[in-house]
C-alpha cells in the first residue's frame, strides 16, 4: 500500500456525476481510468476515521487489525499479521501466549499492556470448543478440565493442540504427557466415572515417567500450532547456528543505505516470490523473492533477493541439504547490503553461505495408552489381592481390561 506523504489543496475542479446512463454504473474516462465520486467520499472518510483511530487509540486500532487478518484468507494475511504485531511491540505491548484459564475467543489486552493471544488463533482448535471451555472455566487442574468439558465439543484433538502450544502448562503436567495419553485418559475417567463421584472420589491415572519434549521440538509444535513460538528464542531452538558472532537486525536498522555487510543470520518468517513487471528492467519477466526475515533476539526486517541471486542461492541450498527448499522457517547465513525500501531498512542478499532446518517436530506423536494393571503392579512391587465384585463391578473390570487389551473401543465419539 502507498503512504501518503503530504496533501496539497488546489481548488476545485469538476467531477464526473456517477448518475450516468452506464450498464455497469460506472463511468470511464477517455485515459481509462475508472471514477466514482461516491466511492471517493467513502475512502476519504474511511481514511480520515482510521487515521484518527490509529492516532488517539493505537493499541485497539491494532489489535482490530489484527483480528481482520487472522481471519482473513488473503495470501498476505500472514505478513501482514507479524507486521501488525511488530507494530504493537513498538508500543511495549508484550505479546502473552493463549492460556486456558485467561485467553478469549480472540486477542485481548490485560494490564494496558499486555495482548493475551486468543484461543482461536490456534490451529484444530474451533468455536464450539472455545464456547464449552470459556463457559465452564475456570479449571482448578487437568482432571476438573476433563471431567467438566463435553467430549463431544471438546476433543482429543483439541486437547493436543491446547497442550502442544503451552495453553495448559498451569496443570503442571508436561505437555508431552497430556498430548499422548489424553484421549486413553478420558476414556479411563469415563469408565471410572460410572462408579464415582468426581466431587467427592479422586481419579489416579498413572501418566508414565516419559522424558518432556526438548526446547527445540516444544519451539516447532508452538510454530505449527500458533505460527509463532514463546517457549524460547530461535537462538536456543536452532541449536549452534545462531552461536557465532553474525550481524543482528538491529544493527542493519542502523546503517547507511547500500553498506556491505559480511555476515548475517535470519529464519525467514514470511516470502512470496514474483516476476520482475518493469519492462526497462534487466530482470523482465525474471522471477525474484521478497521475505521477512527473524534475527535470533525476535527483530524482523525485509529481504531482497533479485533474480540473478535467486537462481544461486537455491542451488546453494540444494548443495548444502538435498531435501531442503527455500521456505518459512528455514535459517540462513549470507551477506549483503542494507537497502531502504519504503522507509524501512532491509537487507539485499548477496551470497549464501550455510542454512539450518527448522526444528523438526518430535518423532512419535502418536497416541498412547497405560495398561492400569501393570501400572499397579508397578507401583506396588507385589501382587495386587483383589476384593470381591459384584456384577456390575465385574462388567465394568472386564470392560476396561478389553479396553487395555486393544480389543474393544469406546463411543466414537468421545475421541
Avoid at 463457559?135 to 482432571?143: A, G, L, N, Q, S
Avoid at 558472532?245 to 525467514?268: F, W
Avoid at 542461492?313 to 547465513?333: M, P, W, Y
Wanted: aromatic share 10%; with cysteine.
Amino acid at each position: 500500500m502507498s503512504n501518503i506523504k503530504c496533501v496539497k489543496e488546489i481548488g476545485e475542479f469538476q467531477t464526473y456525476d456517477l448518475e450516468v446512463n452506464h450498464p455497469d454504473h460506472q463511468f470511464y474516462l477517455s485515459n481509462g481510468i475508472l471514477t466514482s465520486n461516491s466511492h471517493s467520499t467513502l475512502y476519504s472518510m474511511t481514511s480520515y476515521k482510521t487515521a484518527y483511530l490509529k492516532a488517539h487509540f493505537p493499541i485497539e486500532f491494532l489489535m482490530a487489525n489484527l483480528m481482520a487478518e487472522i481471519k482473513s484468507n488473503s495470501p498476505d494475511a500472514k505478513g501482514n499479521i507479524e507486521k501488525i504485531k511488530k507494530e504493537l511491540r513498538s508500543h511495549k505491548v508484550k505479546i502473552m501466549p493463549p492460556d486456558l484459564n485467561k485467553s478469549q475467543l480472540v486477542y485481548t489486552i490485560e494490564d494496558g499492556n499486555k495482548l493475551v493471544t486468543g484461543l482461536d488463533a490456534i490451529k484444530f482448535v474451533g468455536e464450539d470448543a472455545i464456547k464449552d471451555i470459556i463457559e465452564k472455566r475456570p479449571f482448578k487442574d487437568f482432571f476438573d478440565f476433563m471431567t467438566r468439558i463435553s467430549s463431544k465439543t471438546v476433543r482429543s484433538n483439541n486437547i493436543q493442540a491446547l497442550a502442544a502450544c503451552g495453553a495448559l502448562d498451569s496443570f503442571g503436567i508436561s505437555r508431552k504427557l497430556i498430548f499422548l495419553y489424553c484421549s486413553d485418559y478420558r476414556k479411563k475417567l469415563n469408565i471410572w466415572l460410572k462408579k464415582h463421584n468426581p466431587n467427592i472420589d479422586q481419579f489416579i491415572y498413572p501418566f508414565p515417567n516419559e522424558a518432556a519434549w526438548t526446547l527445540p521440538e516444544s519451539y516447532a509444535l508452538e510454530q505449527y500450532y500458533l505460527g509463532e513460538s514463546f517457549v524460547c528464542r530461535p537462538a536456543v531452538a536452532y541449536g549452534d547456528f545462531f552461536k557465532d558472532d553474525h550481524v543482528t537486525v538491529s544493527y542493519i536498522k542502523k546503517t547507511k543505505e547500500k553498506s556491505n555487510i559480511s555476515s548475517i543470520k535470519g529464519i525467514v518468517r514470511g516470502f512470496f516470490e514474483f516476476p520482475v513487471k518493469k519492462e526497462t528492467s534487466k530482470y523482465y519477466g525474471m522471477r525474484m523473492i521478497k521475505a521477512v526475515i527473524e534475527d535470533k533476539n525476535g527483530e524482523q526486517c525485509s529481504l531482497t533477493i533479485f533474480p540473478d541471486r535467486w537462481k544461486v542461492v537455491q542451488e546453494r541450498i540444494q548443495q548444502i541439504s538435498k531435501k531442503a527448499i527455500f521456505d518459512v522457517g528455514i535459517a540462513l547465513h549470507f551477506s549483503g547490503n542494507s537497502n531502504n525500501y519504503e522507509d524501512n531498512m532491509g537487507i539485499i542478499i548477496d551470497q549464501l553461505f550455510n542454512i539450518a532446518l527448522s526444528p523438526a517436530l518430535p518423532a512419535d506423536l502418536k497416541a498412547k495408552k497405560v495398561n492400569l494393571k501393570d501400572a499397579k503392579l508397578k507401583s506396588s512391587n507385589k501382587e495386587v489381592v483383589e476384593k470381591p465384585k459384584n456384577q456390575q463391578e465385574m462388567q465394568d473390570q472386564i470392560e476396561d481390561d478389553l479396553y487395555d487389551e486393544g480389543l474393544i473401543d469406546l463411543d466414537p465419539e468421545i475421541d
